[in-house]
């Protein structure tokens, strides 16, 4: 699903447009992804980050040390990325 969203993206966009992306970081806490993989995608897409705004988590499973994913969850940052059309795209 993110593959898609940010191959399109750029499509869809103009000149001056915005694509908001919401998105946790608890895949790459979890290595099913990495940073930089991400920022490869966003560049293959011709698309760049114009801003990302963070926030940390408050849900009670952040804080739920029972949770198998305890400390991922705990650590996790869900960033609003606002990508825009590279430029010479």
């Not at 898609?4 to 750029?10: D, Q």
């Not at 869809?12 to 930089?36: F, I, K, N, P, Q």
């Not at 940390?56 to 705990?74: E, V």
């Amino acid at each position: 699903m993110l593959h898609g969203f940010l191959a399109s993206l750029a499509d869809h966009l103009e000149a001056a447009g915005e694509g908001w992306l919401v998105l946790s970081d608890l895949a790459e806490r979890l290595g099913l992804r990495t940073r930089a993989d991400l920022l490869a995608e966003i560049e293959a897409a011709g698309l760049r980050v114009r801003d990302r705004l963070d926030t940390r988590p408050r849900h009670p499973r952040s804080r739920d040390t029972g949770d198998p994913l305890h400390a991922a969850r705990a650590a996790e940052v869900t960033s609003l990325w606002r990508l825009g059309v590279a430029e010479g795209s």
